[in-house]
């Protein structure tokens, strides 16, 4: 979160929140905090400016003083939040998944985290699901997220091949991709179940995928 | 298809078609189909009854005809068609998991009927995923999609565990949902990837691991 206040240089290039007062880069968090979590309620195409008003007992001006560009950029903005505070969670495990031990760390950060989100999947993959029929640019701007996510899981894999714990023939890529699907899978039916066993089967069954190369 | 059209007696209970004449269950199902195809595009929350009017040609009252509690009984029509065309997909491996070879069959099935499906999301998971914080009670019939789906997956497992080619110690639930999640996270990251092989990897993955519980 305070790193969407304190500058515009995300992942995604959103605009510099410089041009705002302390006050105002507040209350414009503010607007995409209770916007993200609308969207993880009720979707894209369920939230609509009105309910954003609702929510933030804001006004139709104040709205668009802070998002010209309207729902489109109050969207993408959630879409930066929503990524940084996905890929936050799983720090400092996810910068240096470069042991055996600190992939257990990982898993034991990842349960932790969505155990205390009550039951809602994971607010990129959603986001990506209903971005990727319906728009395009914001489906291109989810998915570099979901990459960013694969390539640090992909780099921790590629140290430990060149530290030797690793099998050589093992596809660092091709593994990293099998994690993040169950991750994204294991939310999805920890969701519907409202139970956090599926992830953690989920992410058993990928760290036991992972250790099958073990050198 | 068949299914939905010749009886009623589906996975949820819906409604039996047999109120309807052989041409009235032919446009019924034609609106149905629509509805879903728009649904996979734009979810649920981006569909109007106002598009499906435009891509089907009917009227407003043809619609509420067919269906009488409007698009919440024609969203509950698409969730049956589409739970039944994802496991009709899977079939017939999906019915007899109970050798290695099976199995190995029907992660071919799977990768062959998503390829054909030109990077669409799984329509069960899509849907699950939507209703989830919007919608309690299409989220219960969703659910009710995803368990028979993963008891399907965990029958044949349990079957080998009693022939002897699974370890007595092995869990057939947890591991179904290792699987269930790697198809559902590997569609995910196909769809956002526009590419088969996430979906190959998190398949090879889960199969992976299931074997890494082989007697």
Same mark, same amino acid.
């Given at each position: 979160?305070?790193?969407?206040?304190?500058?515009?240089?995300?992942?995604?290039?959103m #605009?510099?929140?410089?041009?705002?007062?302390?006050?105002?880069?507040?209350?414009?968090?503010?607007?995409?905090?209770?916007?993200?979590?609308a969207?993880l309620?009720?979707?894209?195409g369920g939230?609509?400016?009105?309910?954003?008003?609702?929510?933030?007992?804001?006004?139709?001006?104040?709205?668009?003083?802070?998002?010209?560009?309207?729902?489109?950029?109050?969207?993408?903005?959630v879409?930066?939040?929503?990524? #940084?505070?996905?890929?936050?969670?799983?720090?400092?495990?996810l910068?240096a998944?470069t042991?055996?031990e600190?992939?257990?760390r990982?898993?034991?950060?990842?349960?932790?985290?969505?155990e205390?989100?009550?039951?809602?999947?994971?607010?990129i993959?959603?986001?990506?699901s #209903?971005?990727?029929?319906s728009?395009?640019?914001?489906?291109?701007?989810?998915?570099?997220?979901l990459?960013?996510?694969?390539?640090?899981l992909?780099?921790?894999?590629e140290?430990?091949?060149?530290?030797?714990?690793?099998?050589?023939?093992?596809d660092? #890529?091709?593994?990293?991709?099998?994690?993040?699907?169950?991750?994204?899978?294991?939310?999805?039916?920890?969701?519907t179940?409202?139970?956090?066993?599926?992830?953690?089967?989920?992410?058993?069954?990928?760290?036991a995928?992972?250790?099958?190369?073990?050198?």
């Amino acid at each position: 979160m305070d790193y969407l206040v304190q500058s515009g240089d995300t992942l995604t290039g959103m #605009e510099p929140s410089t041009q705002w007062t302390t006050k105002g880069a507040t209350t414009r968090a503010r607007i995409v905090e209770a916007t993200a979590d609308a969207i993880l309620a009720r979707g894209i195409g369920g939230t609509s400016l009105d309910d954003v008003r609702a929510a933030t007992a804001t006004s139709k001006s104040q709205l668009f003083h802070y998002f010209p560009g309207g729902k489109a950029e109050l969207v993408r903005a959630v879409v930066g939040l929503q990524g #940084e505070r996905v890929l936050d969670a799983q720090r400092p495990a996810l910068d240096a998944l470069t042991t055996w031990e600190a992939w257990d760390r990982w898993r034991e950060q990842v349960l932790a985290h969505y155990e205390a989100q009550h039951g809602w999947g994971c607010p990129i993959g959603s986001l990506a699901s #209903e971005a990727a029929g319906s728009d395009a640019a914001l489906a291109a701007e989810l998915v570099q997220y979901l990459r960013h996510w694969r390539d640090q899981l992909q780099a921790g894999l590629e140290t430990m091949q060149a530290d030797g714990l690793l099998r050589a023939d093992a596809d660092p #890529e091709r593994l990293a991709t099998t994690v993040l699907a169950a991750v994204q899978g294991g939310l999805l039916l920890t969701q519907t179940e409202q139970a956090l066993w599926p992830l953690d089967a989920a992410l058993e069954g990928a760290l036991a995928t992972l250790r099958s190369h073990a050198a």
